[in-house]
């Protein structure tokens, strides 16, 4: 059975609340930015949102593609130094054809709150995660639930399979796009000392990595 401490607390559903009005000027923003030839792109930015509660305080934010008559439900959990409003395409594509899709910012991501980038451990990103199936179990009762995860995002829902599974009647499968596994390259023996040291020292430290962000959509409203 799942636990009564993954409970969701709901906040700001719909368009009320501070958390919104940001958003939705934002969204205005990067409408004027992206211009007349990106409104298609930019228009998937409007999709119903909502907030979730963690166990620790944080703020989840949770955007949401409801089909009219789901075949289930599929959530989509986005890579790290990523954001949900990137599976704009993919999660429409997966409204059209009849499932409902959620995708979620990983705390420290996007609109949710949390130091950038940032989890203590990753058994606090499968907690973040099993929130939401709670949630979407509760609003989608007897539907089928699937997890679908890309780069960090995969590593986080094979462990949930891993680790967490047994239990919950609704999950239906699983997919993992590019899953973060292991690294393609050796780290050389010093960086690997000294991200030792500072993970126990202090694990919230982080610096400028030469991240290509425009590499991660052509669109510039969601990049």
Do not use: C
């Amino acid at each position: 059975m799942i636990d009564d401490e993954f409970n969701a607390t709901i906040t700001g559903k719909g368009a009320s609340g501070s958390s919104f009005k940001n958003m939705t000027s934002r969204n205005e923003a990067q409408r004027q930015a992206a211009g007349p030839s990106s409104e298609l792109f930019v228009t998937r930015l409007a999709a119903d949102r909502f907030e979730l509660t963690t166990q620790d305080g944080l703020q989840i934010s949770v955007k949401t593609w409801e089909a009219t008559k789901p075949k289930g439900v599929v959530i989509l959990l986005h890579g790290w130094s990523e954001h949900s409003d990137l599976f704009g395409f993919l999660a429409e594509g997966l409204q059209i054809n009849g499932w409902t899709a959620w995708a979620f910012d990983s705390r420290g991501h996007g609109w949710s709150q949390g130091i950038r980038g940032h989890a203590k451990r990753l058994e606090v990103l499968l907690e973040d995660l099993a929130l939401i199936i709670v949630e979407a179990r509760r609003q989608h009762p007897g539907q089928p639930i699937f997890l679908y995860g890309h780069s960090m995002g995969g590593t986080v829902v094979l462990n949930f399979a891993l680790h967490r599974w047994q239990g919950w009647d609704q999950l239906s499968g699983v997919a993992a796009a590019s899953p973060w596994l292991r690294l393609v390259l050796a780290a050389p023996i010093l960086k690997v000392a000294v991200g030792v040291v500072l993970y126990n020292a202090w694990p919230a430290f982080s610096l400028e990595g030469p991240f290509l962000y425009d590499a991660m959509s052509n669109n510039p409203a969601v990049a």
